[in-house]
């Protein structure tokens, strides 16, 4: 048995304004008890505009609910424009930042070198990077699965020292997943996400790769998440879709429910 806590995290995109995101988190805060967050940490991951609010309400009410950015640039400050930096990120009190989503990877360009050093400016400013990685369709049509992920997280974590890699959270979401309606079958991610853990071991050591969580991404529903939470590599959910509805992410964070 696992003694990894699972990690439900809400990754809005670019949905809810700073007005939405108060009354989602209150909406949030109110169903969810202490017994849910003994179980489970729960996290959203809102546009940046809508973190001062957050950060707000959730300091103001004591809330238990973790938040994070979705994106960080790998410079401290400069002539950037329009990007944001992990010193800002850290002033707003961020736990999280996602880095390398597959629509920053498709839209953005952003590379596994481009990724790995928003890793690292994400640890140097004390956030936690939870670093997506998975592979496209054709890929997986073409038996690569695998090796296309783990290329990823090796070229994501590339110098990054053990100290650091054990708390990260990588979120494998196989692109062809990602708001297609169409679930990674159970025992399919829990395949890649097992090989992963098994990269990890490669790179750093078992205790490494035994203590970071991996989470899955793509579809995730309160209809679907039981059966891939229990899975013994899935530590977790990168939720969509599905967390833009409070009631619907509630059941998620309450898989055992489920
Ligand atoms: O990309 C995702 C989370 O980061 C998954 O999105 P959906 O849950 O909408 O498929």
């Known amino acids: 048995m696992s003694t990894r806590t699972p990690l439900m995290a809400g990754n809005w995109k670019m949905n809810l304004n700073h007005l ?3 009354a989602h988190v209150q909406k ?3 169903a969810l008890a202490d017994k ?18 957050v950060q707000t309400l959730v300091d103001g009410d004591k809330l238990k609910i973790k938040y994070g950015a979705q994106d960080i640039s790998a410079q401290d400050s400069g002539a950037y424009t329009g990007e944001i930096s992990g010193p800002m990120l850290a002033k707003l009190k961020c736990t999280y930042v996602a880095i390398g989503h597959s629509e920053r990877r498709q839209y953005h360009a952003e590379t596994d070198e481009i990724v790995n050093a928003k890793v690292k400016a994400a640890y140097k400013h004390g956030l936690t990077p939870i670093m997506c990685v998975g592979e496209e369709l054709d890929v997986r049509e073409a ?10 997280v090796e070229g994501g974590l590339k110098d990054l020292p053990a100290e650091q890699a054990e708390t990260i959270v990588i979120a494998y979401e196989p692109v062809w997943a990602i708001g297609t309606g169409k679930v990674c079958g159970a025992d399919d991610a829990q395949e890649v996400c097992a090989a992963i853990r098994g990269k990890l071991a490669e790179l750093y050591s ?7 969580r991996i989470q899955y991404g793509g579809s ?5 998440v039981a059966e891939i939470m229990a899975k013994a590599d899935i530590d977790g959910a990168l939720v969509g879709g599905a967390s ?12 055992r429910d489920q």
């Open 206 to 212: 078992q205790d490494v790769a035994d203590k970071v």
């Open 20 to 22: 939405e995101a108060i």
């Open 36 to 53: 849910d967050y003994d179980a489970v940490e729960v996290a959203v991951l809102p546009p940046f505009t809508d973190l001062r609010s």
């Open 28 to 30: 949030l805060a109110f």
């Open 220 to 224: 995730v529903k309160s209809g679907n």
């Open 143 to 152: 038996g690569n699965a695998v090796p296309h992920t783990l290329a990823q």
């Open 244 to 255: 833009l509805d409070a009631d619907e992410f509630v059941k998620i964070v309450r898989f």
